[in-house]
């Protein structure tokens, strides 16, 4: 009855990989990375939203 034995959920699995890189890695990789991310790709998300809506604003008629 028992069909999931030895599987684990995306969830955990992401978990103990995450938990593993930073035993294996530490603080400071995530900060490199985390850096090496933001240069590349730009803003994201909310930031690129605000931007949007504030150059919206400037092209709306009073």
Do not use: C, N, W
């Amino acid at each position: 009855m028992d069909e999931k034995k030895g599987r684990m959920t995306v969830e955990e699995a992401g978990r103990r990989g995450g938990l593993k890189t930073a035993s294996t890695h530490g603080e400071e990789f995530y900060s490199e990375i985390g850096r090496k991310g933001g240069k590349i790709g730009g803003p994201k998300g909310g930031q690129r939203v605000r931007k949007l809506i504030q150059e919206g604003k400037k092209h709306e008629p009073r």
